[in-house]
């Protein structure tokens, strides 16, 4: 299946940990990106090729990817991290997919 | 730095074609892959297609029997076009630059602000 499934929601603390999880049958073998949106914005590529950070992109931001589940993982949470998160994958066969989104709450 | 800015009529009639174009600014139509997006209210992002700078695209299977992709270097801009809509068309609808990692996956990390286009007699 190409489907790929998060949690609708996540809450945390500041200066807590949040891991969002991305979930597809061996999504291990794939490369999987990050977005993060916040209301009214458009997405923002927080994290690429499971971990890799675009410039500008604080050391918070991390992912990692193994067997059938990715995860983005956020360092010492803060408020402006309160946003909607979605996962990607490429693929030959079924080109672009997108996880269908976590908001994150910053309690 | 690369900035990607969508314009269009805001309402198109049911059955209508919707027509959005995408300006690149801060850098080259060549030799990228560019993309279209689409979030409808509330919901997550869909794949629309991409048109590469030498013109060959790709659509999404479920809208690709409605959608064209167009590229115009001279003008440094790419469009979208999209036939027969109906109210499931209601959306934010982002254009964005599509590349490649180091490990031949693709992703998105140049977006436009993203433009809303309502589907309603």
């Known amino acids: 299946s190409s489907v790929l499934t998060q949690p609708p929601s996540v809450s945390v603390a500041p200066g807590q940990t949040a891991r969002i999880t991305c979930e597809r049958n061996?999504?291990?073998?794939?490369?999987v990106h990050w977005y993060q949106q916040k209301p009214g914005q458009a997405p923002v590529l927080v994290v690429y090729?499971?971990?890799d950070r675009p410039s500008g992109i604080p050391e918070r931001f991390s992912g990692s990817n193994s067997g059938n589940t990715a995860t983005l993982t956020i360092s010492r949470v803060e408020a402006g991290d309160e946003a909607d998160y979605f996962c990607?994958?490429?693929?030959?066969?079924?080109?672009?997919?997108f996880g269908g989104g976590t908001k994150l709450t910053v309690l | 730095q690369v900035q990607l800015q969508e314009s269009g009529p805001g309402l198109v009639k049911p059955s209508e074609t919707l027509s959005l174009t995408c300006a690149v600014s801060?850098?080259?139509?060549?030799?990228?892959?560019w993309s279209w997006i689409r979030q409808p209210p509330g919901k997550g992002l869909e794949w629309i297609g991409y048109?590469?700078?030498?013109?060959?695209?790709k659509y999404n299977p479920s809208l690709k029997s409605r959608v064209t992709l167009s590229l115009d270097t001279s003008k440094n801009q790419f469009s979208l076009r999209m036939t027969s809509v109906t109210a499931a068309d209601t959306a934010v609808y982002y254009c964005?630059?599509?590349?490649?990692?180091?490990?031949?996956?693709?992703?998105?990390?140049?977006w436009g602000q993203g433009a809303l286009v309502t589907v309603s007699s």
């Open positions: 801060g850098g080259s139509i060549s030799p990228h892959y």
């Open positions: 990607q994958v490429w693929d030959s066969s079924t080109d672009v997919v």
């Open positions: 964005a630059r599509e590349r490649a990692g180091d490990r031949g996956s693709y992703f998105f990390d140049f």
């Open positions: 048109i590469y700078y030498t013109e060959n695209s």
């Open positions: 061996n999504i291990g073998s794939k490369s």
């Open positions: 090729d499971n971990g």
